[in-house]
């Protein structure tokens, strides 16, 4: 009843005989702690993700080239609390799989040489904005060669202002984060 009513409680743990407990467990309700993601940052360009809300991705799908599979592992919401999307959380989470499928799609066949290159996680920075859209991509701290560009242009740019014709509320900043593994022989 108290964790229901969010209050404070203490538990007595211990022998049932004993008269007194041998240790308690305080459960005490604090206020929100925006303490997240400490010294995590974004692969693009360093930029800090502390105090960020994300999702970590556990049954994404993974798109598997000849040698290496690229793998979408993470979401992180670039707005504060307070300029979040008022939109549906499935409404988010469709949003980030489409674009997430959509740089899968356009990297898996440059799967092998952005990896020789040590572009082992790569980020995907989005903004969708009724007036104002785009995205950029990069790894280890820059953005990503030219070489790249043009198929995720194609795969990304139907999507993006897909989104953006729909989007009735304020603007959507996401940053998606994938991985390049080898694949099990």
Not at 144 to 152: G, N
Request: with cysteine.
């Amino acid at each position: 009843q108290a964790l229901r009513n969010m209050k404070d409680y203490t538990i007595g743990c211990g022998s049932t005989s004993a008269e007194e407990p041998d240790e308690t467990v305080e459960v005490r309700w604090v206020e929100d702690d925006r303490k997240m993601n400490i010294g995590v940052t974004s692969p693009i360009d360093g930029q800090s993700m502390e105090g960020l809300t994300n999702i970590h991705v556990h049954s994404g799908m993974d798109f598997a080239g000849e040698h290496r599979t690229i793998r979408w592992t993470e979401v992180f919401f670039l707005q504060t609390e307070d300029s979040m999307p008022q939109c549906e959380p499935m409404e988010l989470s469709r949003l980030a799989e489409s674009i997430a499928t959509a740089t899968c799609v356009a990297l898996v066949q440059h799967l092998d040489s952005l990896k020789e290159a040590g572009m082992n996680k790569l980020g995907l920075r989005v903004n969708i904005d009724r007036d104002e859209v785009g995205y950029v991509a990069g790894s280890k701290g820059q953005f990503l060669p030219p070489l790249y560009m043009t198929d995720l242009d194609n795969e990304l740019i139907p999507v993006i202002h897909n989104a953006a014709a729909s989007n009735q509320d304020t603007p959507i900043r996401l940053e998606l984060i994938f991985h390049i593994l080898h694949n099990a022989d």
